[in-house]
């Protein structure tokens, strides 16, 4: 295999040619791939955010679908269903638009917490059950989902136990306006459409083990634990980070160091993804609270507990 560092920068590059002026947004997106891991993406419509999800598979040459999530969409409608075959005189398995590698969730939030919680087995098992039957989903897989910050009319908020499956939470945000001039141009949409793989399947397989085998030192995990703790004894908090978010951000980390050309952890690659991978995964006090804080947000939050917090040396 072709040096880490190389693939790492082909694919980004790639992913750079259709999202115009977004390299830390494309460099989270990245992570989340070589981390096994499935991102959520906040941010208002027509940012980019289903240009991130194809570019990131075209750039593989890996299977790409989108579901436009409804109000009225059925697990089966994501999951597939089993079909009687009369010739055959069985049910036979039709694989929904999940069995894919990279799926993009559009407004996950406008659709029930029972299609919501479909989802769930795949996202941590990479597998889906249905009667009595399991089938494994492609690899790699990785759930993009998107969701609109500002309208929530008609929709369903993810519960916590969803939202601690995604390993990263992003945002696009607004171009620069040099940026959004070359958008006009019409660059970013041409460029889409002309990607062609730069990376194979096999090469992520294989990043994403290079990944597992970064080396973290007891003093880089001591800090991480300590970070974590920090939000359980949060006053604004009611609800720190899990295990389950402590595993994420090291996951994280580690494919933040490969991303770097490194094969180990330094405690900036904590910092830097302490907000992306923590934030959606606590829970602010109520005003109503004792302890509660004032007009903070959860990103803020650890933002603050990063700053309070000694770096090893």
Known sequence: MIRPLELIHRLEQSVG???????????????????RGHVLIEDVPGVGK?????????????GFQRIQFTSDMLPSD?????????DRGE???KPGPLFTNFVLADEINRTTPKTQSSLLEAMNEGQVSLDHSTYPLPRPFMVLATQN?????????LPESQLDRFLLRIRIGYPAASDEKTILRGAGE????????????????ELQDVVERVRTEDSILEYLMA???ATRASAPLALGASPRG????????????LADGRDYVVPDDIKTLAVPALAHRVLLRTRTDPGAGSGMDAESVIRALVQDLAVPR
């Not at 040619?17 to 981390?35: F, H, N, T, Y």
């Not at 994501?78 to 009369?86: D, E, K, M, S």
């Open 227 to 229: 970070l974590v703790a």
């Open 50 to 62: 289903t240009t991130l999800a194809a570019a990131l598979a075209r750039s593989i040459g890996a």
């Open 149 to 157: 910050p500002r309208e929530y009319e008609g929709t369903h908020p």
């Open 17 to 35: 040619r259709a999202l115009v002026g977004k390299p830390d947004v494309i460099r989270l997106a990245v992570i989340g791939l070589l981390a």
């Open 246 to 257: 402590s595993l994420a951000l090291l996951r994280a980390a580690q494919a933040r160091a």
């Open 78 to 86: 994501v999951l597939g269903v089993a079909v009687y075959q009369p």
């Open 91 to 93: 049910f036979v398995f």
């Open 190 to 205: 041409h460029a889409l459409h002309a990607i062609s793989p730069v990376v194979s399947v096999g090469d992520v397989l």
